[in-house]
């Protein structure tokens, strides 16, 4: 699928923004569904308000995600549907830029989602922390978001759950814009 209106793709720190991650049984968009989404609003670097639902999806999910995840095929035999979801997930985020860790693989099934199912065109601008970890950070050994968190001393329990992804992700945020400050402010002396 073409996303000509997709949001573009920054390389800043926003003190407003929402943090996004998602579960799907599969990686492959258009292919695998959205089974998980969960969303934190920051305002002034302070968590203001949060977002997580579960979502039913056409296809069961295979023993490989559950196993990641811990989502089973019985947690979501009652959720929503991905209609109703999506509607409610694109009023909370509003016009804010959206952070996230590989966020590109997130932004594309909501891109794809939203549209299919509702009509709606996913353009907010976006921050990957992978990105801003590989600059700021390229000594690690890799930049996924649990290598990340290590690092700065982060609790990684509960990983590979879209809120508590949120959460890490933000904390990982937060820490490599202190580092960034930090790095700015030497190059101007």
Known sequence: MERAHKGQSLFEFPSDYTVIDIETNGLITGRCEIIEVSALKVRNELIVDGFSTLIKPTQSIGWFITRLTGITNEMVQNAPDIVSVMEDFYRFIGADILIGHNVNF????????????????????????????????????????????????????????????????????????????????????
């Open 106 to 189: 997130d932004i594309n099934f909501l891109y794809d989602n939203l549209y299919l199912h509702n009509g709606l065109i996913l353009d907010n601008p976006f921050v990957d922390t992978l990105r801003l970890a590989r600059k700021i950070l390229p000594f690690l050994p890799n930049h996924k978001q649990t290598t990340v968190a290590q690092y700065y001393g982060i609790t990684t329990d509960g990983a590979h759950r879209a809120l508590r992804d949120c959460e890490i992700c933000n904390e990982c945020y937060l820490s490599i814009k202190r580092d960034f400050e930090i790095i700015r402010k030497s190059a101007e002396f």
